[in-house]
């Protein structure tokens, strides 16, 4: 990121740590900064995390600081229709999805971009610890951040090439820490909120009881089976369980029980010992290969199946229709239907898609 | 974004030097308490007095008729609030009529009074550019009523009332009627002895005096309570020190704006006029909002876009340098359409793509030239997001 002379270019801002550094290394760049914030919705009764009123003072008097325009845009229903419908669609098809990951792609950079080209930005930007790097033929690649703990890359895995082309990462290889470092440096008046597990549309409140209010059908009591088929106990929908959930089960045994498969048409959950579910091979639909092409021939990657697992060493073959069927060299517990599967190489983020057990 | 010109003059304007400078003295050497009793008080006092004396006699009114209060909204509670309640007390009326485009300080007021107070509140029939129809007025004007409300100017769509008129009729009916002035009263000089108003609302800093005060005037004889209860200052009417640096400056500002009201106006139509024009034959897809030509106020042009986020276009117009506002402010709220353009039969499609224009007396032609030459560009991208 070279000086640049005024050129525009609108900064996602939560008022948050990461983005209000982003807003000011931009700033610091030459970069003529709007910042955006996105209003999304929530829970009636609730805020929306992403978007609280004191984030939005926060994001606020970081711009007056800053002296960067500042404006919120209202992306509820938009938020509603193609983020927490889905959300509520996979839970009742007996996924544990992840509604950050549509967000990013169908909302914040829809919406960002979008904003950018009528407020006459050609990029946008956000606090994302992600890198990209352009390859001589003008394709760019999506990298991790080199700190393993905050690289985020994962959630960026739907990026396109379009998208990435306007996108700029302004804290690129920054750590945590440095990034600490530099609100200070600025005197950025930003507090250190809490990384919450919570869901930002949901309040304090639990995705179960959300989903009861909102899909009741999709949460029916039905019987706990032993991989065996040995009826071990009763649950209480299968919504309220994740794959390689172990507390909550209710149920003794020899030895801790694990939950390892939710069979929707049954309706019923299939528990098991610690491994007893893992496995190598799983598939991945609706891939998206940040390359814009996908590869004809099976590749080894590393692949990461949650945000905070570990990438693991395996093979990747690409299917038609947007698939992908996945061999791990070791097989592996929780693996998630509705989570993502991400593929690396090295640095580089190839891609993914949704995780499924079943082929596409 | 280097430059940046303000073309928001309806949402408030800057403080006049003229009126600044009349009030400074006030916030330290003339500190007193009006109501004190020793030399600081009396100093406090007098100042008090000169500027309700000057502010009545400019509104052909007596100073005894005249009750500072901490903003125009504060006028239309009191107002509403007071008008209603001793009206009911004396007469048993119970039935309140406002516009469909009143501001929210009398329409939910109105609204608060209907639900918790038991008066009944009635819109009166406006036409499409909402302006009361009086002949669809008078056979509303029954005994059971106890307060008409009308504004004199809107502030979303510049539309003006014809309250000399509203108020003959009142009159006639022995009904008091209060009108919202606080965006009328910026361009026009009012004269309660040929005005048949009862209570009129003002607000200072829509006319270059400062924020935070505001008054109501009330005609001897009508009837009203306070509703801010405590000491009896502003005739026992609304409680509270006076704010005397505020009243100073608002006196001030009234003042200049009787001796200056005919010359800013020939200013201010001249460029309205200009905008409304160009603005209906370069965008495509457009409409003028509110009354034409003198019919508004003279600063104000309103507009509403076809397939286009208002909001948005404020943010865009604001990031070439250009600040404006969709008729009313709103900057984090739902994209609800305007309930006045609502009510006026617009539907969402085109309510939500409105713009407000109100120019201030230091507007220069040329500011509002360079305004013209961005504005449709700046139309025909945010309209591109919409597609």
């Known amino acids: ?37 996105l209003r999304l919705w929530s829970d009636p009764g609730t805020e929306n995390r992403c978007c609280a009123p004191d984030a939005l003072i926060e994001a606020r008097e970081i711009a007056g600081q800053l002296q960067i325009p500042f404006y919120v845009v209202d992306a509820k229903e938009s938020f509603y229709k193609e983020v927490v419908e889905p959300f509520i669609h996979s839970y009742a098809a007996g996924e544990t999805p992840n509604p950050c990951l549509s967000c990013n792609r169908l909302i914040r950079w829809k919406f960002l971009r979008s904003r950018a080209s009528a407020l006459g930005a050609d990029k946008i930007a956000t606090g ?74 949901m309040g304090q409140g639990d995705y179960r009881k959300f989903l009861r209010e909102r899909c009741p059908e999709s949460i029916q009591p039905g019987p706990i089976l032993s991989q065996d088929g040995e009826l071990l106990g009763e649950h209480t929908g299968l919504a309220d369980y994740t794959i390689g959930q172990r507390k909550g089960l209710g149920i003794a045994g020899p030895e801790p029980y694990y939950v390892l498969q939710k069979d929707l048409r049954q309706n019923t959950l299939v528990i098991g010992a610690k491994g007893s579910s893992n496995r190598r091979e799983f598939f991945t639909h609706e891939v998206n290969w940040i390359s814009g092409n996908a590869p004809q021939e099976p590749f080894p990657a590393e692949i990461k199946i949650r945000y905070k697992s570990q990438a693991s060493p395996g093979l990747v073959a690409p299917l038609k229709d947007q698939g992908a069927r996945i061999l791990l060299d070791h097989p592996l517990p929780d693996i998630t239907p509705g989570q993502a599967g991400v593929f690396y190489q090295g640095q580089i983020c190839l891609g993914g898609g949704t995780i499924s057990l079943e082929a596409p | 974004m280097n430059t940046h010109t303000y073309l928001d003059y309806g949402a408030t304007t800057p403080i006049d030097e003229r009126v600044l400078s009349v009030m400074l003295p006030h916030l330290q050497a003339t500190f007193g308490n009006p109501s004190s009793l020793h030399y600081w008080g009396q100093q406090a006092e007098r100042v008090l007095d000169q500027s309700r004396r000057s502010m009545a006699a400019h509104l052909g009114a007596e100073p005894e008729e005249l009750i500072f209060t901490s903003s125009g909204s504060e006028s239309d509670n009191l107002a509403l609030r007071g008008g209603a309640v001793a009206r009911r007390n004396a007469k048993g009326s119970n039935r309140i009529l406002i516009s469909p485009i009143e501001h929210p300080a009398v329409s939910n007021t109105a609204r608060q009074l209907q639900e918790q107070s038991g008066f009944e509140v009635d819109l009166l029939p406006v036409d499409k550019t909402g302006q009361i129809q009086l002949e669809k007025l008078e056979p509303l004007l029954k005994a059971d009523v106890a307060l008409v409300s009308v504004m004199a100017a809107n502030n979303e769509i510049g539309t003006l009332n014809p309250i000399q008129e509203i108020g003959v009729l009142c009159q006639a009916h022995q009904i008091p009627f209060h009108t919202d002035a606080v965006q009328y009263a910026a361009h026009f000089a009012m004269d309660v002895t040929k005005l048949p108003v009862d209570m009129i609302s003002l607000g200072a800093h829509k006319f ?74 370069a965008v495509p897809d457009s409409k003028l909002t509110g009354a034409q030509g003198n019919a508004r106020l003279p600063n104000h042009a309103s507009f509403v876009f076809s397939g286009l986020d208002g909001n948005l276009l404020i943010q865009v117009l604001d990031s070439e340098g250009y600040a ?25 499609d085109w309510a939500l793509g409105s713009l407000r224009i109100t120019l201030g007396k230091d507007t220069t032609r040329e500011e509002v030239d360079q305004f013209l030459r961005i504005l449709p560009g700046c139309v025909a991208r945010v309209r591109e997001v919409a597609a």
């Not at chain 1, 690649?141 to 090439?161: A, G, I, R, W």
């Open chain 2, 208 to 281: 270059y005096g400062p924020k935070g005060i505001g008054a109501l005037y009330v005609r001897r004889g009508t009837p009203i309570l306070p509703v801010q209860t405590g000491g009896s200052q502003e005739f026992g009417k609304r409680a509270a020190t006076e704010n005397v640096p505020l009243i100073a400056g608002m006196a001030k500002a009234f003042q200049l704006v009787q001796e200056e009201a005919t010359q800013r106006r020939e200013h201010l139509s001249a460029l309205r006029d200009d905008i409304i024009q160009q603005v209906l034959a």
């Open chain 1, 1 to 37: 990121m070279s000086s640049q002379t005024e050129e525009r270019i609108v900064v996602g801002m939560s008022g948050g740590v990461d983005s209000s550094v982003a807003a000011a290394l931009l700033k610091r760049d030459g970069w003529q900064v709007i910042g955006v914030m």
């Open chain 1, 128 to 201: 994302h610890y992600a890198r990209t790097q352009t390859l001589p033929d003008g394709t760019i690649q999506l990298l991790k951040n080199p700190d393993p703990e905050k690289d985020q890359s994962y959630f960026l895995h739907l990026l396109t090439q379009d998208d990435l082309r306007s996108t700029v990462f302004p804290l690129a290889e920054l750590t945590k820490t440095e990034v600490r470092q530099l609100a200070k440096e600025y005197s950025l008046a930003v507090a250190e909120r809490e990384d919450s597990q919570d869901l930002c549309f």
């Open chain 2, 324 to 348: 404006c506002s969709s008729g009313s402010a709103c900057k984090t709220g739902n994209p609800k359409p305007s309930s006045v353009l609502t009510h006026l039969g617009y539907s969402p």
